[in-house]
């Protein structure tokens, strides 16, 4: 195990003993002319339908980009809804110069800089963990 890499954040979210909700978040960095810089990207949260609008999505958000903080990420990007993600400090990423690979609407690709980290535009192409590099 690498111990000099800041773990990464995988969170459930559970009721009454059984998963009801998941998020995940991968590795990724942003490209540019000063070198990559590293990122998170947030992957992948899902909520059974019948746990939605009760809290639980945004309780998995929270808790991930808390502990994504507490880990030592600077950065985390996300590929989602315009009017969802804003409410957890998410903005346009074309703000920090950062844009994706593949067409995406200006509103629905975000960044948020965490904790202390001071924003900064990077004019860069955020590129994801190998795995999910052409996946969208």
Not at 9 to 31: F, Q, Y
Request: proline share 6%.
């Amino acid at each position: 195990m690498n111990r000099s890499r800041p773990r990464v954040p995988v969170l459930v979210a559970e009721c009454k003993g059984r998963v009801v909700g998941h998020i995940m978040l991968t590795r990724a960095r942003v490209e540019c002319a000063c070198g990559d810089v590293g990122a998170l990207a947030l992957a992948l949260m899902a909520v059974l339908p019948r746990m939605q609008r009760r809290g639980v999505g945004a309780a998995l958000v929270r808790g991930a980009l808390g502990e994504a903080e507490k880990a030592g990420h600077l950065l985390v990007v996300a590929l989602g809804h315009a009017a969802y993600n804003p409410r957890f400090g998410f903005k346009p990423a074309s703000m920090y110069g950062i844009v994706a690979l593949f067409p995406v609407a200006d509103e629905a690709f975000l960044a948020e800089w965490l904790g202390d980290a001071r924003p900064r535009v990077l004019d860069g192409k955020k590129r994801s963990a190998a795995p999910f590099e052409g996946l969208r």
